[in-house]
């Protein structure tokens, strides 16, 4: 269940490589989905679907038991902010019968999507003591646009 809402809310794209993923045991084994922890295992973290990605299995065992970077961290932001608009979604259109109104991420009637302005360590490098930015400066300093698509 977790693993199919997650290849929903990441419209079945790895977020190791971005190449297309296969849900279950059809196909080349090689591109088929495997749940990395955002937050390892090892550090604590659950096998449930907020503190998951969907990646190829070698996607997966490329990070290893590292910290997850900068764009696992927009994507398991992003993903987390889908399922979320997915669970009001329903819950409003099963509550009263009358269907979602969309969320704040797609307005109703807007086949565009909104960006999502972030302020995120993307391609940042740790210095010791705070993270900073391959070109210098404090991660506050920058902000990052992602667009959530449907």
């Not at 990070?63 to 994507?75: E, F, S, T, V």
């Not at 099963?94 to 979602?100: Q, S, W």
């Not at 704040?104 to 993307?122: K, R, T, Y």
């Amino acid at each position: 269940m977790q693993m199919r809402r997650l290849y929903k809310a990441q419209s079945g794209i790895c977020a190791g490589c971005g190449k297309r993923i296969v849900l279950g045991q059809q196909g080349d084994p090689r591109k088929a989905a495997s749940f990395d922890h955002v937050i390892p295992r090892s550090e604590g973290g659950r096998r449930v679907a907020t503190n998951g990605l969907l990646k190829h299995a070698a996607c997966n065992e490329a990070r290893g038991n590292r910290p997850a970077n900068g764009c696992d961290l927009i994507w398991h932001l992003v993903v987390s902010l889908r399922l979320t608009r997915r669970g009001r979604r329903s819950a409003r259109s099963g509550a009263n019968g009358t269907g979602g109104k969309g969320c704040d991420l797609f307005p109703s009637g807007s086949s565009n999507p909104s960006p999502l302005v972030l302020s995120a360590p993307v391609g940042m490098k740790q210095n010791g003591r705070k993270p900073v930015w391959p070109a210098g400066g404090d991660v506050a300093d920058r902000q990052v646009s992602v667009f959530a698509a449907k």
